[in-house]
């Protein structure tokens, strides 16, 4: 801060100006409030007269080269209810007081790019538009329940502490934009709880350090563009895209909680849980999550051309129990999920979800989520056949213990994969699905191997077969030789020493043939059980 060179007021100044000069060097709230609570409304078009306020190339003046506090003072500027006409220009300027503005309006824009803070704080204000690019802070910006008609631009600001916006709302710039904050970085959290956003919120390659609430807010796109754009966004703990209870006590313009509203785990009369509502798309594509992806209730309102892309994202744990989007699709390809929490009524149709290389190591269900349905969700990502969904959902039930599963998952894909295959090879599909269900069943397997046995009991018991060599032959069994035929390698003493001919050969040559097959099927079911266990 440069030094005045005096610590007099300077010439000009208004009757409320000196007061300002004056209230700064205590370091007290200066307050032109009027007494009439409706005459407050900062955003209410009634205007407000001269008594109420102030140059705004006074109050850049204080900021950065004002006087100096008064004995046993801090200097600080903090205003309520007092209108800055003309542009408040602090571009590039070191600003060390503490700034604290509630209800104030602003007549022209904010203009603060690469400006220096310590903490700055403005509550419920009127704006037309704030510019900070590579705004600085040693603390906290505080922007609650402010009004910005023409965007905000935050653009690689470095935001010391905390940076809070809760209940603002903001309107896009001439480029569709409501909140331009490609590259930020916030230290600790970054709450951003009930905003209403009418442009695109764009958090490109932005790094917040702790956690990023965006419980029960409201962001809607402008033209082209999405609704929210982060990609590459990174976040140490959660990305919370939650409901919020809202009352008479959080949507009251004259107090915000702190610390979000999302907290709270109890209702009281007259509250209701307001959900993230998203109208437009939404790209979180390469971003890294430290703890979570929380979507619990919210709603996406898509076009058919537009997506909530997660491409490539990296958490350990996805919650995506959303409501159903009606239109529009939801990515996950390259996805890598430790935990996926889902709900099945939550999951698009078909045509709706994409999961190539989505890449996930637990299934943890909201509510109860049958085989059926999980297979549904799989075939909903695949309009064309793929493999891989089908098997890295069989490789994650059956390392949960769930073989039965994963033999169904793996069935399934077998038939998917029949229907692209030539005719031929298709009836030979069906041919393997009916009879031993493509080797997921060998219990099946095994029943046909016994009707074949019986059936050639009973066939070959109507006939005394002449030996091949008279001397040289067991007694005739027809149960034993029938078994014989079935059972590959294994030799029971029958078969090779009787002499068959016509319709009795082809049919020993038939059980030959189908006892390899369902040999085959059942051996290696019997190994895939033993690799498992």
Not at 197 to 214: D, F, I, M, N, P
């Amino acid at each position: 801060m440069t030094e005045p060179l005096d610590d007099g007021p300077p010439n000009g100044l208004s009757p409320t100006e000196l007061q300002m000069w004056n209230a700064f060097r205590n370091g007290s709230t200066y307050d032109l409030s009027d007494p009439n609570p409706l005459l407050n409304d900062p955003f209410s078009p009634r205007p407000w007269g001269p008594e109420r306020s102030v140059r705004a190339s006074m109050v850049a003046r204080l900021l950065l080269s004002g006087p100096s506090a008064r004995p046993g003072r801090v200097a600080a500027l903090k205003l309520r209810g007092v209108q800055i006409t003309g542009t408040l220009k602090l571009a590039g300027g070191s600003i060390a007081p503490y700034v604290e503005l509630n209800g104030c309006r602003f007549e022209s824009e904010l203009l603060m790019p690469e400006a220096h803070f310590t903490t700055v704080r403005m509550v419920g204000c009127a704006i037309p538009r704030i510019e900070a690019a590579r705004l600085r802070t040693e603390g906290d910006l505080h922007l609650p329940r402010c009004r910005v008609e023409h965007g905000i631009r935050l653009t690689d600001a470095q935001i010391g502490t905390d940076l809070l916006i809760n209940q603002i709302h903001v309107r896009p710039d001439r480029r569709g934009r409501a909140i331009t904050a490609d590259g930020m970085s916030v230290a600790q959290d970054l709450q951003a709880e009930l905003i209403e956003t009418y442009g695109e919120l764009s958090l490109r390659g932005a790094k917040v350090g702790v956690s990023l609430s965006l419980r029960g807010s409201r962001l809607r796109a402008a033209g082209e563009r999405r609704a929210l754009n982060a990609p590459q966004l990174s976040v140490e703990r959660t990305l919370y895209m939650t409901g919020a209870w809202v009352s008479e006590s959080t949507g009251n313009q004259g107090s915000t909680p702190p610390f979000g509203t999302g907290g709270a785990t109890t209702t009281g009369r007259g509250t209701r849980l307001q959900p993230f509502q998203c109208h437009g798309g939404v790209r979180l594509d390469d971003g890294r999550f430290g703890d979570a992806v929380d979507l619990h209730h919210a709603r996406f309102v898509l076009s058919s051309r537009e997506e909530l892309s997660l491409r490539r994202i990296a958490t350990p744990e996805l919650r995506f129990n959303a409501q159903r989007p009606e239109e529009g699709r939801v990515v996950l390809n390259g996805a890598k999920i430790v935990t996926l929490i889902d709900l099945a009524a939550s999951w698009p149709g078909p045509g709706g979800l994409a999961m190539g290389g989505f890449v996930y190591e637990n299934l943890v269900p909201y509510e109860e989520f049958p085989l059926s349905r999980r297979l549904e969700w799989v075939a909903s990502a695949t309009p064309e056949y793929s493999p891989e969904p089908y098997e890295r959902l069989a490789t994650v039930l059956r390392n949960s213990g769930e073989d039965a599963d994963a033999r169904e998952v793996l069935l399934a894909k077998q038939r998917r994969r029949r229907e692209t295959l030539p005719l031929a090879a298709k009836l030979w599909g069906y041919l393997q699905d009916w009879t031993v269900a493509y080797g997921y069943r060998p219990g099946r397997a095994a029943l046909w191997m016994a009707i074949l046995w019986a059936a050639g009991a009973v066939a070959f018991a109507q006939i005394d077969p002449a030996p091949i060599k008279a001397d040289e032959h067991p007694r005739w069994n027809a149960a034993l030789y029938a078994l014989d035929l079935l059972l590959p390698v294994i030799n029971l003493g029958q078969d090779g020493y009787w002499q068959l001919n016509g319709r009795w050969q082809w049919a020993s040559a038939a059980l030959i043939l189908l006892g390899w097959i369902l040999a085959t099927t059942v051996a290696a079911g019997a190994s895939r059980l033993l690799r498992r266990s």
